[in-house]
Nanobody
Framework: QVQLVESGGGLVQAGGSLRLSCAAS????????MDWYRQAPGKQREFVAT???????NYANSVKGRFTISRDNAKNTVYLQMDSLKPEDTAVYYC??????????????WGQGTQVTVSS
């Protein structure tokens, strides 16, 4: 059994910062890519950022230069540092991870989501 638990969301004024965390727990052998997605009301879920097990990163154009993804492999945790936040960043943020379990089974898992609200 594997779980992803996000934390760190909240309400912030435009121009402010938030740091999201997502911790994976359970019977884990290895975690490959870890990603952040977001879904605003009435919109489809969209990609935000990804990081490989080795630390290579990629970002959506809309957040490039403002958001930073990082991970701590020893803690099975991925972070999203969000700076210079804009009202259009308001969404539920979800983490996603490609996990190889101790049994050898590989699948992707989603967290439950954390709300980020940016006021103007």
């Amino acid at each position: 059994q594997v779980q992803l638990v996000e934390s760190g969301g909240g309400l912030v004024q435009a121009g402010g910062s938030l740091r999201l965390s997502c911790a994976a727990s359970g019977s884990i052998f290895r975690i490959n890519d870890m990603d952040w997605y977001r879904q605003a009301p009435g919109k489809q879920r969209e990609f935000v950022a990804t990081i490989t097990n080795g630390g290579s990163t990629n970002y959506a154009n809309s957040v490039k230069g403002r958001f930073t993804i990082s991970r701590d492999n020893a803690k099975n945790t991925v972070y999203l540092q969000m700076d210079s936040l804009k009202p259009e960043d308001t969404a539920v943020y979800y983490c996603n991870a490609a996990i190889i379990q101790a049994s050898g089974l590989m699948r992707t898992y989603w967290g439950q989501g954390t709300q980020v609200t940016v006021s103007s």
